[in-house]
């Protein structure tokens, strides 16, 4: 069972995560649908309705005003500012600090137009709405994060991220002053969010701020690609001082810029009742209340307790293992930070019944043992410390051309630990050299007491030159409280430049294809195939080229930088390794024009003639009535998404699909639309799916227009006619 709820109670805001026991595991977690392709995004941005979809997020670094109310808490401010922005809407506004979005399906990279239609001047801060006027409010005395003219790294919280998406940065203009409503044509737009990078639940991009002085604002648009096109709006008080700094060199990528330390400290004041909601004699439910009752926040919370119950779900929380009646459980993404006075809870159903409030055993919070509810004091029994294994595995980066390129690297623990963990990571070189290709690291990394999770940030020295792919290694020693699953990773730079001469590379055979799958107004979606024609296995690959569009979405590739027109992808972890003969394929979605092809095209460092495949026409006899069937994926009030599919009997190679169809179709996905009029459509292959093998399947998907429809519906349109090169 699975569910999801928004509610209020006890000062927090609640997820309801239903979570179910089997066999295998305790517990199965509700697992966020991993958007692998333009088609899963399109599914998931219609089970939304208006202000409810399953994506929230708010910059982090420099901090949004609503963000910066929720850590202040907001039953209990002090701030003045953030007192009447409480008084305008209510505290529950700063409880769904990550939900300030709006529904915006016109939606345009290049343009404002569709934000200035839903948003009047006067209320960007609040995104329009009515729940978050509060933060509209026009005052001098919204706190402010310090920063400088120069390069800043922006830092957005997403609990979910979404892909496919985008960033818009913008600027308050230089003369506006924090007295005056925000108007859209006060923001001066940043170059820079393009080349946004994600590291875990967190984005991140850099931007350069101009020359300003005093009280400015940052605002931040991130655009969901989606039919939906959900939008989240944030808005970042910052103070440029007397203007004469340069440079902001606190602002490390590795930080969680607002979170001190001190906010990580293991030692806790803090207190774990047990309320019991709900007794129908088999059952019960009831929930934790952890209350944070110290003078700091809490970052990261792990609770142990024993009852004698069997628990099956769970929620507010995540599930780490269960030891006879003995229950160890961890916050969850979104509740991890509880604020000095503050509380969050942890739900759960169970069995058998007959519960009451006082049937806690042993608690430990953070492997600190605590009182029972009663305030009684429980007598400490030994726990052991928990030692989880540190996992490490060898990365990939793309160099670039600029002088210092931030990449992240996440590490990862196999469970959450009951004492602080550190370790000691510092680089080596190899074919690359620390001062010519990337800055050496030595650093001592810490995982607070509850966490599974560190990140560290490396500055590799992009260039212009063409060169080989180069390595360094990551040595790991000195570990404390934690087991080392390997002591060292290799860091592979990747080469993205193309030779100045034919004879710096060998001419090696590998092709490249591009195909338009389908293109509209202001934009397109292509396809880009790599051919390996040698006599050997490719076991990696990274291909870049020249292509004046701005790409907004892309798949089946990890890594993407973009360097003026010129872009380079490397391979997803599961499409590195290419045999002879055998072609993998990665798709994007741009803005620009259609027409245009990739120019000086390089493939693992080496010129490709982009000679591509061959694009077989189909046959012109046609083979009527062959049997077409649309199924109804996905539906709302005026349109709905599908799968289409037809089988053929024998080989095929190259293919077109006409038949009637009373729906308008506006995407579509595995073929490229030839015509559509009058109710009539026809598709061909998208070049990569042309093959098809006797008694396969032809299987391509589409969004279209229409209503009356429900999902799981089954479509056999009329008058279908194929043809194809059949062998």
């Known amino acids: 069972m699975q569910s999801l709820k928004n509610k209020k109670n006890n000062n927090t805001t609640k997820v309801l995560i239903m979570k179910t026991f089997n066999e295998a595991s305790p517990f199965v977690a509700f697992k966020q649908p991993s958007v692998q392709s333009l088609v899963f995004a399109i599914i998931i941005a219609f089970t939304c309705t208006a202000f409810n979809c399953f994506g929230h997020g708010s910059v982090s670094d420099p901090v949004s005003r609503i963000y910066r109310i929720f850590l202040e808490n907001p039953e209990s401010p002090h701030r003045p500012v953030s007192a009447d922005a409480i008084a305008t809407t209510g505290t529950q506004a700063f409880y769904d600090w990550s939900e300030v979005n709006r529904l915006v399906p016109d939606y ?32 001098d005395d919204w706190p402010a994060t310090s920063v400088n003219a120069g390069l800043y790294q922006i830092v957005f919280d997403a609990h979910v991220p979404h892909d496919p998406s985008f960033f818009r940065a913008f600027i308050s203009r230089s003369g506006w002053e924090p007295d005056q409503a925000l108007r859209w044509d006060d923001l001066e737009e940043l170059h820079g969010p393009e080349n946004f990078t994600r590291d875990g639940s967190l984005y991140r991009f850099g931007v350069h701020f101009p020359d300003r002085m005093g009280h400015h ?42 979170i001190p330390d001190d906010y990580l400290d293991g030692e806790i ?16 439910t009831g929930e934790f209340i952890i209350q944070n009752s110290g003078d700091t926040p809490m970052n990261g919370w792990t609770l142990e307790f024993d009852l004698d119950r069997d628990i099956s779900h769970l929620w507010n929380g995540d599930f780490v293992r269960k030891e006879g009646n003995r229950y160890t459980a961890t916050h969850a993404d979104w509740n991890q930070f509880i604020p000095a006075g503050g509380s969050t809870t942890l739900g759960f159903e169970a069995s058998p019944g007959h ?16 009182s029972d509810p009663q305030g009684n004091e429980i007598e400490e029994q030994n726990s052991s410390q928990i030692i989880p294994e540190l996992t490490i595995a060898n990365i990939d980066f793309i160099e670039g051309n600029h002088e210092t390129v931030d990449q992240c690297i996440q590490l990862h623990l196999s469970q959450p630990a009951n004492e602080m963990i550190h370790v000691t990571i510092a680089s080596e070189n190899g074919s690359a050299i620390a001062g010519e290709d990337y800055l050496a690291f030595a650093k001592m990394v810490h995982f607070p007491v509850g966490t599974t999770s560190a990140s560290i940030c490396l500055k590799l020295l ?10 360094f290694e990551l040595a790991f020693s000195e570990p404390m409280g934690v087991r080392l699953a390997q002591d060292r990773m290799t860091v592979t730079i990747l080469n993205d430049d193309q030779p100045s001469t034919p004879g710096q590379a060998a001419d090696v055979d590998v092709d490249f294809d591009w195909v338009v799958n389908d293109r509209w107004g202001s934009g397109f979606v292509a396809t880009a195939s790599i051919y390996n024609r040698t006599e050997s296995m490719m076991s990696e690959w990274t291909v870049s080229f020249d292509l004046d569009v701005s790409i907004v979405n892309y798949w089946n590739v990890s890594n993407v930088s973009k360097d003026g027109s010129r872009y380079t992808f490397h391979n997803a972890s599961w499409n590195g390794v290419i045999p002879p003969g055998s072609s993998v394929s990665f798709g994007l979605q741009a803005s620009g024009v259609y027409d245009l092809e990739p120019n000086n095209i390089v493939i693992n460092g080496n010129p490709s003639s982009g000679s591509g495949f061959d694009h077989p026409q189909p046959d012109t006899e046609v083979m009527e009535d062959v049997p077409l069937e649309v199924f109804v994926v996905n539906a709302w009030n005026n349109g709905f998404t599908a799968e289409a599919s037809m089988r053929v009997e024998s ?11 009373p729906y308008a179709i506006t995407d579509i996905w595995n073929a490229s639309m030839v015509s559509q009029s009058n109710g009539r459509v026809v598709v061909r292959d998208a070049g990569y799916n042309a093959s098809v093998t006797a008694d396969g399947e032809i299987v391509f998907g589409f969004v279209a227009s229409g209503s009356g429809l429900n999902a799981t519906q089954l479509i056999k349109p009329a008058q279908t006619e194929f043809k194809g090169n059949i062998h």
């Not at 009451?356 to 919070?365: I, K």
């Open 651 to 661: 080989d095929v190679q190259g293919w077109q699909i006409a038949f009637d169809f």
């Open 108 to 139: 345009a990279i290049d343009s404002l137009d569709a934000y200035r239609a839903l948003i009047p001047d006067g209320k960007l801060a609040g995104a329009g709405r009515d729940k978050y006027a509060g933060l509209n409010l026009v005052r």
């Open 269 to 284: 004041q803090a207190s774990v009742s047990l309320k019991v909601s709900e007794d129908w004699g088999n059952g019960f």
């Open 462 to 471: 992009g260039d212009l030159d063409w060169e080989q792919n180069e390595s």
């Open 217 to 258: 604002v940052l605002f931040v648009i991130w655009q969901r690609v989606d039919p939906a096109g959900e939008a989240f709006f944030s808005l970042s008080d910052i103070d440029f001082g007397d203007g004469t700094g340069q440079g902001n060199p606190e602002n490390d990528p590795e930080a969680d810029d607002f």
């Open 355 to 370: 519960a009451n409030d006082n049937m806690l055993g042993l608690v430990q919070l953070n492997g600190i043992t605590l």
